[in-house]
């Protein structure tokens, strides 16, 4: 366990968490209709952290409302493109403001070490309004020389009132992720954070306010997915839903959005090949392979939870990766010197223990790990399995924690037919010197990102999104905009 003393946290953050929370809507902040609350849980000690608004249906109704009022006759809906941008602007500056202070919400909402959410999860998400304000300007359509008289162009236009459901596993980078896109576009917005992390999500509201986002552009309501979430999903006046989190939750979001045919988008799970052949680099690949998975305590749709190892090199990785598993320092997120901070909450804690053991007794052998750490929060031990098989649970399903499966292989030939061996294809890792097999690999795995020499690199204009059963679409980079536009083709007779 970590052993330095604790972080101090700011008074902001401590005055942040004293008050209840409320509701956004409209531009002011509500309490829940049903006047109902619920507690977040600071995951290091299983103590209540704050309490925040449950809002539910009538709260979704209510916020669905405003921000069709907002789309629709509102000042976003009269505003220029350069004024969007600018107020987008605003907020990434006001956060960057603001680093320390949402670094401490994050780490004591969502458990992860203060050294990484400082210097990852804030600056991320900057960096991503910064990417997304400079697109507000430049949403085109085009000309299109079609046949006959005619004078044809298209115009992208903001899809309308969107829905945003968000995980736990980086609450505040992933609001960013969806906002920005809405935001630059000309969308209007309900967010709903997820319900285990809901505090930076509402902090970030404020500062939106702040910046001068009009009333009702951004709506945030916090709640359970059962009842805020489905009801957004559901909701006949919401025109696109953008959703984050389990594959099992993706296949509901379908289903509710199907009443009124609203766009869908879907970043779901993923169980992805980190593949070191034995011509890489091995320390560097063996690193590497260690922060593939226990990056975000492996709490990562993309985490590299199946490392394949070419044989000749399989012992020396799995030792590699053991040593870097047990130098971990495991302890509350909020002691400076954590490298790895507990789970996000009980159910990810029982839920991750539960594979561990089923792993243990369908075979696996663990190197390195497969236990809990300490009796008070989530904590669990960084775990490398070995003597694993392709049928077992550890191996086909998402762990969702520090867990990774070592498996050897022998050539390139097989490889890819492994590796795509899932019904999940978010991303892939490959570590070779050999630049040919590298990219000839590449292009066989069935994956929306593809890292090579490298693994967990994400940028604002990169896309992000998966094949198969990890979703529908793409975050970040222009792909992300075009999923919040309409296509009109507008047809001018000439003569
Ligand atoms: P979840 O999919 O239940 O929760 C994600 C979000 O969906 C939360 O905001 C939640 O309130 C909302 N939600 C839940 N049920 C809903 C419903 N019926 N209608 C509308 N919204 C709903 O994920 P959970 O239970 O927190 O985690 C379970 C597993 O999901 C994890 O172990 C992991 O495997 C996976 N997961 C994947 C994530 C990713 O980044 N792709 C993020 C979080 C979880
Ligand atoms: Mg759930």
Known sequence: MATATPLQMQDAVSQFLATPRKLLIDGRWVAASSGKTFDSIDPATGEVLARVAEGDKADIDAAVKAARRAFESGPWAKMSASERGRIMWKIADLLEQHTEEFAELETLDNGKPISVSRVADVPLAVDLFRYMAGWATKIEGSTIPISGPFFAYTRREPIGVVGQIIPWNFPLLMAAWKLGPALATGCTVILKPAE???LSALRLGELA????LPPGVLNIV???GETAGAALAAHPDVDKIAFTGSTEVGKLIV???AGNLKKVTLELGGKSPNIVFDDADVNKATAGAA????????QCCCAGSRLFIEDKIFDKVVEGVSESAKKIRVGPGMNTDTQMGPLVSEE??????????AGLSEGAKAVVGGKKVGNRGYFVEPTVLVNTNPKMKVVQEEIFGPVVTAMPFKSVD????EANNTSYGLAAGIWTKDIGKAHSLANKLKAGTVWINCYNVFDAAMPFGGYKQSGWGREMGKEALELYTETKAVCVKIN
């Open 209 to 212: 306010m702040e910046a001068g």
């Open 348 to 357: 990810q804690f029982r839920r991750v223990c539960g594979y561990m053991e």
């Open 291 to 298: 922060n593939a998975i226990f990056f975000n305590h492996g």
């Open 196 to 198: 285990q992390t809901p």
């Open 222 to 224: 916090t709640g359970f």
């Open 414 to 417: 097989e490889i890819a037919a």
């Open 255 to 257: 289903h509710a959005a």
